[in-house]
């Protein structure tokens, strides 16, 4: 008399011991027949030990027999039936099938109800007269092989199930007990609601399309920012961009920082506002970064800025993605060394910080630590590729600030003018 498990690792045929053990392979065979070991899982696996299923709570202390459960209302009728325990039946082989005995509990004798175990190597005698052994795997070994070794955690519970899809009885010469109820079909979900998917089913199928496409996005959300996490671009997986800091992108290359915060200043205090530009050329990557005092100033000039016209390009505005901010700044300044603004802000990678090391390094020894500057020519003009030093830079920028100034304070420029026509008249 034999029946045939389907798994999710393979199929199992297990011939029984009918002759010798008739209550327990009655017991097990009507129970096979009203699906009562369909998705169930193997809750308990032991390498080279045993792999026990059975329990429809997957928790080791349910299940019952089948006249049990026949008289689910009759009180009178007891949990376990009591085992059959046969001197020649011994756990010396690979694949003995058992029946789990359990002990009495407040006075009440122990039994058999409807928990099994397949054992996962040969000589384990020491469970000779404490379980019932009532037939053997005469077919898929291989499956019991990798059954054990799977992967389990602190209780030997597998984390990723193995269940017991459907069971195929080949041969039963039993009569159905009185009152024995045969299911319409089989169950669709697991019995215990267990989170820990099998290789081949899909937590999601029983979803409705939208929740299912939500929840799939939401994981792999949560995937790519565990990725970043583990190569370094984000201090942990769970961290959100700050809500104050705009980002803006679609710039004109001569759109200049001080240009941008003069435009954003009228929503509100604005703490640092910075156009993003290459590391080696000081090109703008057209794209910058403007952080406000308070949320709602941010908010104000998403809403007001979106494609708004800046230096003839129309700019769009969004809350930014960025959180290169909690890793490293990001500077424009050449003299703070080469900094990398990557995507959407900066982050100092193992290359930039060595670059930087061999500029400074290069500065304090006496270097000039050149770099190229590349300058946009208004008009449609082509570009001009300039190389200056540092210091040369140096005196690019006081010039340039001078004229600033000047330009700003007309009482100073035109006391000058004064003062150089005086000088004309006296000569």
């Not at 770099?371 to 006081?398: I, L, T």
């Amino acid at each position: 008399m034999s029946v045939l498990f389907e798994t999710s690792l393979g199929d199992i045929v297990i011939d029984l011991e009918v002759e010798q053990c008739p209550k327990t392979c009655e017991n097990f065979l009507k129970l096979c027949k009203i699906y009562y070991y369909n998705l169930n899982a193997f809750f308990n696996v032991s390498k080279d030990f045993l792999a026990q299923a059975g329990d429809p709570t997957a928790t080791g202390t349910g299940g019952e027999s089948v006249w049990s459960y026949i008289a689910s209302d009759d009180t009178s009728v007891p949990r376990y039936f009591t085992p059959e325990f046969v001197p020649k039946l011994k756990h010396s082989h690979k694949g003995t099938v058992s029946m789990a005995v359990a002990p009495g509990v407040d006075g009440n004798a122990g039994g058999c109800g409807s928990q099994f175990f397949i054992t996962l190597a040969d000589n384990i005698d020491y469970l000779d007269g404490k379980h019932a052994a009532f037939g053997h795997v005469v077919e898929g070994l291989e499956t019991l092989d990798k059954l054990n070794d799977v992967f389990t955690d602190q209780d030997g519970r597998p984390f990723k199930d193995v269940r017991i899809r459907h069971v195929i009885i080949l041969d039963d010469p039993f009569a159905d007990p009185e009152g024995l109820i045969r299911p319409p079909s089989s169950p669709t979900r697991p019995p215990d609601n267990s989170m820990r998917i099998a290789e081949d089913e899909d937590p999601l199928a029983t979803l409705p399309e939208e929740e299912a496409e939500r929840e799939r996005r939401k994981k792999a959300a949560a995937a790519s920012a565990l990725t970043l996490e583990m190569v370094g671009d984000l201090p942990f997986a769970n961290v959100r961009p700050p809500e104050n800091v705009l980002f803006v992108c679609k710039l004109n290359p001569v759109t200049r920082d001080e240009d941008l915060e003069l435009i954003f200043s009228r929503f509100g205090t604005i703490m640092s506002c910075q156009v993003i530009r290459d590391k080696k050329t000081g090109d703008s990557l057209q794209y910058a970064f403007i952080e406000f005092d308070k949320r709602e100033d941010a908010e104000q000039g998403y809403f007001k800025m979106q494609n708004v016209l800046i230096d003839d390009r129309r700019i769009w505005v969004d809350f930014s993605q960025s959180v290169a901010r909690l890793n490293s700044s990001w500077s424009n300044d050449p003299k703070m060394g080469p900094r990398r603004a990557r995507d959407h802000g900066g982050f100092a990678g193992r290359e930039d910080l060595e670059e930087t090391r061999r500029y400074r390094a290069d500065v304090g020894k006496g270097g000039r630590g050149e770099y190229d500057m590349v300058f946009d020519v208004p008009n449609g003009g082509s570009a001009q590729h300039r190389k200056r030093s540092r210091s040369g830079q140096r005196e690019h920028d006081s010039s340039r600030d001078r004229r600033r100034r000047r330009s700003r304070s007309p009482v100073p420029y035109e006391r000058s003018r004064r003062e150089t026509t005086e000088r004309h008249r006296r000569h």
